[in-house]
């Protein structure tokens, strides 16, 4: 089935710095998802990407979807303590005809911690 | 308004209990998605239904079935746990049925279930 890959696992960054996490497919995406999760809670839908090379910005997060449409980048600059949690990107799960109907697949996400 | 809500929100069973995860929506999304959450694993889809009256596998269905009752409420029952099923469960539901895929997964805040 289709995986996808993140990376880093896990970042420990301090207040005030930039984050650069990435997601990548062995397989081509339509569209790219990223969430984030908080302590305890379901995943929140930070941004979606539908087309190749986009480039968009919600905030400070700031999302790429690659070239290729094997991967995707999120971006977070200036961190605060409130961008704790786990951020995991998706994508759709097609169906032998091509339609996903909603069905989403996910890296394993990648822990950030900042330190105040 | 409450959006996805799950029960119970934690459940410690014996192996071979019988269990029914319950989930309600009420944004009138057609299309309702059970996953499971799984350290380093990210989120596998277990069971879907595009739409009321409809139900189909995910990634990883065995050991579970799914019952949509109306356009609301979508179950996932256990009949025979194994430890293998301890896991965080996340119902989610969006709003379309069919491509193109660009609306959003709203997630419940999960069940946390310990099998021993």
């Known amino acids: 089935g289709q995986q996808l890959n993140q990376s880093p696992q896990s970042m420990f960054i301090q207040e005030g710095e930039d984050v650069s996490m990435n997601c990548t497919s062995s397989?081509?995406?339509?569209?790219w998802l990223w969430y984030k999760q908080d302590p305890g809670e379901g995943p929140v839908l930070l941004i979606a990407?539908?087309?190749?090379?986009e480039l968009t910005s919600n905030g400070r997060l700031t999302a790429q979807f690659g070239i290729t449409r094997k991967d995707s980048f999120l971006n977070i600059s200036a961190s605060i303590p409130s961008d704790v949690g786990i951020y995991f990107c998706?994508?759709?799960?097609?169906?032998?005809?091509?339609?996903?109907?909603?069905?989403?697949?996910f890296g394993q996400g990648t822990i950030l911690t900042v330190h105040p | 308004n409450a959006g996805v809500t799950q029960t119970p929100k934690f459940q410690v069973l014996k192996t071979g209990q019988s269990m029914t995860l319950q989930c309600a929506q009420d944004?009138?999304?057609?299309?309702m998605y059970w996953y499971r959450q799984d350290p380093g694993m990210g989120l596998r889809l277990i069971y879907y239904?595009?739409?009321?009256?409809?139900?189909d596998k995910g990634e990883v269905p065995n050991g579970y079935n799914v019952s949509r009752l109306n356009k609301r409420e979508f179950s996932l029952r256990l009949e025979s746990a194994a430890p293998s099923q301890t896991s965080v469960y996340f119902c989610?539901?969006?709003?379309?049925?069919?491509?193109?895929?660009?609306?959003?997964?709203?997630f419940g805040d999960g069940t946390r279930l310990s099998i021993l």
């Open positions: 989610a539901s969006s709003v379309q049925d069919a491509e193109p895929f660009n609306q959003p997964q709203h």
């Open positions: 944004m009138n999304h057609n299309s």
């Open positions: 239904s595009a739409s009321e009256g409809t139900t």
């Open positions: 990407l539908y087309k190749a090379g």
């Open positions: 998706a994508g759709p799960i097609l169906n032998a005809g091509g339609t996903s109907y909603g069905k989403l697949t």
């Open positions: 397989s081509i995406f339509n569209t």
